[in-house]
């Protein structure tokens, strides 16, 4: 590619957004071969497909530190600045690949004041050439290093498509859609991407350790508008073609390998530019991060920015490319000469020649000479894709070359297991990154023809690795910093507003916002898909009900006129009393005006409701909960219903009152006074109420049933805020003795340490006294008693309460202590019992 004087050279100058690449690639396709050279893999990538799309693939080459895609017949050549086959010189990658252009061209040629690479720019600017035609892109900055360096040069500015103007300051919860956020370092990146993840459903991520297969998938993310964010480092600036209508700066500080420092206004533009697209206009500002201090442009620098005024370059970085491989301390030498021009300043000491360095402190590799040499130098251009510093990179590059330094090869037993340890897709976004570097210098070392055996069989296989890689840090990014529930949901309320979101409810309860669902509705409770994030269910709660109003009044109304077989009586999660619908707890059970009258607290799932709703439904909920007293309690309900009878007798009032409050069944002792003041009408009419005032209880023996028990044991957990209690198998004669005392109560005597249902202990106890008042020996029915199975201790104990003692092998009746005499009136000492039953 050696210069003619007759070619003409044209250095294209202006700010970002001036469609430089694109010229220059309309340029070189009129021409019959040409090459760019670009600043990122990305972005050669990115023109490489584009060319390929006009001119076919076998008419198009790639070539990248990791990637070469040479096809036998290619002639347009797009390549990292690195990469581009230039006469001679230092280049890495291809040696002394020789090919003679039609057209040349190298893009963001400013960034020769790059300390790190900008040498490898000033290079190709000074020295690649098409023999027809030659662009050099760059900014405005570089028009008087080009009069001063190339004075033959044409001078072409284009003004920029769209005016950028300064936005101010702005909260994160405030971005604009189509934003770009830049931040400094990957720690700054991740933060800022979940803070978008939380407000604004996700951002796509864009950093220079990611691949550019995964760069890719982040920026087709944002531009297929899957996501309205995009977080990155100042890569962004490079020329990356995104639809960005405004750029935030997270910091205005970076640190670039040596030091912490501002940016510079050129930086500052560079990345600024990017926002606004062709003829639409685009912003950029600051970010405020509500920790009270944030960076802050100077006048100076915004009107710098909205007018492209910027200070020009007085120097560019420069490297002799005219190496000396006579040995290794000549090449050294020659690599730190320095240029007579002024404006050619020394470039600090790069990565490579750091490791040659490092490497060459050993007397055996100092001494190499000629192609031992020119290989050293070769293996030192290896880039150190991990940034682990020359020290470290120097160590793998030193055992490359004790392979390849006198012609040999790769051992491909290191190679394959190099590559088989970095094959592995588990791990989080760090550890992916991680690999993806590590992988990328061995894609580097495999398509160096030279150094391995089988170079295309191992190209590939570092290519297949790192697409993986890629696919995974790709999914990973967006599990942790995209969330398409979200970012529907803000997408559709900046679009329609929050009244108008497509929220549809599936018939299995599944709730969706548009195509995304967001949760499932479960009678009246909606509940947020558990994948979303915590910070996310505000959101995602809001959005469902203000939607969902209508579904619910609907389900409620529905309700209302639903049969009593619709509900049911069930268990909360601490063991409370509720009403349900289809296992869905509608209303708990709380205290009420009295025992069989219970309240009812709805379910703040029905506050959802609107008010005639929720009212109409709590309505139902009582009159159902009323109906199933009455059918299953039916004689506690008539037996409270006599309590505040008028017509009824004191006496029937007061002991009816305390066998409510009782829920139907006391023991005979704790009310001795009021049946001892009982009328032989009272005992009928109590009777007839199927009171049964047994010799050792007084209870209601319809409530003895299985059904009857639960409810009595629901309204009793009910008014006294306890747990529900485990309840005596149905029909069960006798329990065992670690029977739930507060459930066995209901229906069951306890007699020792054994439980016999009221009923049957009413039998032996009455079985007793017909003895006793017939002069016979036994009271016991040792028959009943044998067929219960009741035990000596048991026995005893039952007649005992009875008045019966044991003397020797026979029964003494040892009487039964009266009742204490009262002076009181029947129907006032009643109620004293009463009030000291309930105390």
């Not at 297949?464 to 967006?478: F, I, K, P, Q």
Request: net charge positive; proline share 5%.
């Amino acid at each position: 590619m050696a210069p003619r004087s007759d070619a003409p050279v044209r250095a294209i100058l202006g700010p970002t957004n001036t469609g430089k690449t694109h010229l220059a690639i309309e340029r070189m396709c009129g021409h019959s071969s040409g090459v760019i050279g670009f600043p990122l893999r990305l972005l050669a990538r990115e023109v490489y497909d584009r060319v390929v799309a006009m001119k076919g693939e076998k008419q198009v080459a790639l070539l990248t530190g990791e990637e070469r895609i040479v096809p036998p017949q290619a002639r347009y050549f797009l390549c990292t600045a690195e990469s581009m086959p230039v006469p001679g010189g230092d280049s890495h990658r291809d040696g002394d690949m020789q090919r003679d252009f039609a057209f040349a061209a190298i893009d963001e040629a400013q960034l020769g004041i790059d300390p790190e690479r900008g040498h490898v720019f000033t290079d190709r600017m000074l020295r690649a050439r098409g023999r027809e035609e030659t662009l050099i892109l760059g900014s405005d900055t570089l028009r008087p290093v080009i009069r001063e360096l190339l004075p033959d040069a044409e001078i072409v500015r284009r003004p920029r498509f769209s005016t950028l103007r300064y936005a101010g300051s702005v909260k994160l919860s405030r971005l604009p859609p189509r934003s770009a956020v830049v931040a400094f370092s990957a720690e700054q990146v991740y933060a800022l991407a979940e803070m978008l993840r939380r407000f604004r459903g996700g951002a796509a991520v864009v950093m220079g350790a990611l691949s550019p297969a995964t760069r890719n998938a982040q920026v087709a993310m944002f531009q297929r508008g899957e996501v309205d964010y995009l977080v990155a480092t100042d890569a962004i600036g490079m020329g990356l073609n995104m639809d960005v209508s405004h750029v935030a700066f997270a910091g205005l500080e970076k640190f670039d390998g040596r030091r912490d420092r501002r940016l510079t206004i050129s930086e500052m533009a560079q990345i600024g530019g990017r926002a606004g697209r062709h003829q639409k206009d685009g912003s950029f500002g600051t970010l405020g991060l509500g920790t009270g201090e944030s960076a802050a442009f100077t006048d100076e620098e915004v009107e710098a920015i909205e007018e492209h005024r910027f200070r020009p370059l007085d120097f560019t970085y420069w490297r002799n490319a005219n190496l000396d491989f006579t040995d290794v301390r000549g090449l050294i030498a020659s690599l730190e000469m320095k240029s007579d021009d002024p404006l050619l300043r020394p470039a600090p000491q790069a990565i490579d020649l750091a490791v040659l360095k490092h490497i060459a402190e050993d007397p055996a590799i100092v001494a190499k000479r000629g192609n031992a040499a020119r290989r050293l130098w070769a293996v030192c251009g290896l880039p150190d894709f991990r940034k682990v510093g020359a020290m470290h990179h120097a160590r793998m590059v030193r055992r490359l070359y004790s392979y390849i330094g006198e012609g040999g090869h790769i051992p491909h037993e290191w190679f394959a297991a190099e590559v088989a340890r970095l094959d592995s897709v588990s791990g989080d976004i760090e550890a992916l990154a991680d690999r993806l570097a590590g992988i990328r210098s061995w894609a580097y070392i495999a398509h160096r023809a030279d150094w391995l055996n089988e170079p295309v069989k191992w190209a590939e296989r570092t290519r297949e690795v790192e697409g993986r890689l890629s696919d995974a840090l790709h999914e990973r990014l967006t599990q942790r910093f995209v969330d398409r529930r979200t970012a529907v949901l803000v997408r559709d309320i900046g679009a329609r507003g929050s009244d108008a979101l497509p929220v549809t409810v599936a018939a299995d309860g599944e709730v969706s916002v548009g195509p995304e669902p967001i949760g499932h509705l479960t009678g009246f409770d909606f509940r947020v898909d558990p994948s979303a994030r915590f910070a996310d269910k505000r959101l995602l709660l809001a959005a469902a009900e203000r939607r969902l109003g209508e579904e619910l009044d609907r389900r409620a109304s529905a309700l209302v006129d639903a049969g009593d077989e619709a509900f049911a009586l069930a268990l909360d999660e601490n063991g409370g009393l509720a009403v349900a619908w289809e296992e869905q707890l509608l209303a708990r059970l709380a205290p009420g005006r009295s025992l069989i009258e219970p309240a009812l607290r709805t379910a703040r799932a029905l506050d959802r409701l609107s008010a005639h709703s929720r009212a109409a439904l709590r309505a139902r909920l009582e009159r159902w909960l009323e109906a199933q007293v009455a059918h299953h309690l039916r004689s506690l309900v008539r037996l409270a219903a006599a309590a505040t009878d008028p017509a009824s007798s004191p006496g029937v009032r007061a002991l009816a009152a305390m066998l409510t409050d009782a829920a139907g069944a006391l023991q005979r002792k704790a009310v001795l006074g009021p049946i001892s003041h009982l009328e032989h009408a009272d005992r009928q009419a109590l009777h007839r109420l199927r009171v049964r005032l047994g010799p050792l209880d007084v209870y209601l023996e319809p409530l003895l049933k299985p059904t009857a028990q639960y409810w009595r044991a629901a309204l009793l957990a009910a008014r006294n805020g306890t747990p529900m209690p485990a309840l005596p198998p149905a029909g069960a004669a006798t329990l065992r003795p670690d029977s739930d005392p507060r459930g066995a109560m209901l229906a069951y005597r306890r007699l020792g340490r054994d439980w016999l249902r009221l009923d049957l202990a009413d039998r032996l106890a009455s079985h007793a006294r017909h003895v006793r008042s017939s002069g016979g020996d036994n009271p016991v029915d040792e028959a009943l008693a044998t067929s219960l199975g009741l035990g000596d201790e048991a026995v005893a104990r039952l007649m005992d309460e009875v008045g019966f003692a044991r003397a020797g092998d026979a029964w003494r009746w040892r009487g039964r202590r009266p009742p204490r005499n009262d002076r009181r009136s029947t129907a006032s000492h009643a109620f004293a019992e009463l009030a000291k039953l309930r105390t």
